[in-house]
């Protein structure tokens, strides 16, 4: 429990009072889309749950669902963070506030847990700013910018703030921004989840510090055609989800992974890494069936349907 007098803003003014609350819910998200490594991200239909109450002191946290034991339970907590965070924007204060997480993200699969855990503080704390109607509350780009700043890349945090696909881009090493595509409406997208988790500090430390030049316009070419295929043709996913520029570098540590994408892709499934892995995305116009979702359990997954989601929201 803390022991700061109030929690938030240093020089607030405004201390929001007792008894506020709000539920917010955010969207997983998966990254990369194949080549738009660290610039394109899609918001999904599996969600977690955030509701903030504010006390009269201290910060307690409740978690259950997802990785309820294997996360710390006081101020540490990343979405208690993220929280705080938030009303240190607002330029407002509490005295104290409870946090009770329902977890339905998959930690670690790469999936957005830790970016949708960060989108969901920040939401919250912008709802009980919002609802106590004496500061405004925090826009979509002060929403992008503070959880990528967490994060340290706005792909998944922009696309569980803003929905639907993101296009993200960075100015310098601090300054994050993201724009929303309106998706063809033909375009359904599945996810293949395994039991085992992977860590995203170390499979990017498997990524060179420079590739050949023919690897780097290849994955121009195809992020680009990612957008028209999103956005407008969705008969090209199949070629605008190639990529050479880290899923060849990272199978290495995902060798399940990386023969459930081949294995979806010669049957002409638009199969990617999710993220950094080890979960799998595929982008199509039409369901999967019994027989992808065979294979997938041969190989330790879970086949997931799921709705391309909108982007992070009060529910009460």
């Given at each position: 429990m803390t022991t700061h007098s109030t929690i938030g803003a240093a020089d607030a003014e405004l201390t929001l009072p007792e008894g506020l609350s709000v539920r917010?819910?955010?969207?997983?998200?998966?990254?990369?889309l194949g080549p738009g490594f660290d610039c394109l991200g899609?918001?999904?239909?599996?969600y977690d749950e955030v509701a903030?109450?504010?006390?009269?002191?201290?910060?307690?946290?409740?978690?259950?669902g997802e990785a309820a034991d294997q996360v710390p339970l006081d101020e540490r907590h990343l979405v208690a963070r993220a929280?705080?965070?938030?009303?240190?924007?607002?330029?407002?204060?509490?005295?104290g506030f409870h946090l009770e997480c329902r977890n339905a993200i998959p930690h670690s699969r790469g999936l957005g847990s830790s970016a949708a855990a960060v989108v969901g503080g920040l939401a919250a704390a912008s709802a009980l700013v919002?609802?106590?109607?004496?500061?405004?509350?925090l826009d979509d780009a002060q929403m992008v910018q503070l959880s990528s700043e967490f994060e340290g890349h706005p792909d998944n945090a922009a696309a569980s703030v803003l929905g639907s696909a993101v296009v993200t881009w960075t100015h310098g090493e601090r300054e994050f921004f993201a724009r929303r595509l309106d998706l063809h409406p033909a375009v359904v997208a599945t996810v293949f989840v395994p039991e085992v988790e992977s860590s995203t500090e170390a499979t990017r430390g498997l990524l060179p510090d420079a590739v050949p030049r023919t690897?780097?316009?290849?994955?121009?070419?195809?992020?680009?055609?990612g957008v028209v295929a999103?956005?407008?043709a969705p008969e090209c996913l199949i070629d605008a989800t190639q990529d050479r520029l880290h899923q060849e570098y990272r199978a290495q540590a995902l060798p399940e992974t990386t023969r459930l994408v081949g294995s979806l892709r010669e049957g002409g499934h638009a199969a990617t890494v999710s993220g950094a892995g080890p979960s799998v995305l595929v982008l199509g116009t039409n369901p999967l069936g019994a027989q992808e979702a065979e294979l997938a359990a041969d190989l330790g997954f879970t086949m997931i349907p799921v709705e391309v989601a909108e982007g992070v929201e009060v529910v009460s």
């Open positions: 917010v819910r955010v969207p997983a998200s998966s990254a990369n899609l918001a999904l239909s599996i903030v109450t504010v006390t009269d002191g201290g910060i307690t946290v409740a978690v259950s929280v705080v965070r938030g009303f240190e924007t607002a330029g407002v204060a509490v005295r919002a609802r106590d109607g004496r500061r405004p509350a690897d780097a316009v290849f994955n121009v070419s195809r992020a680009a055609l999103l956005t407008a």
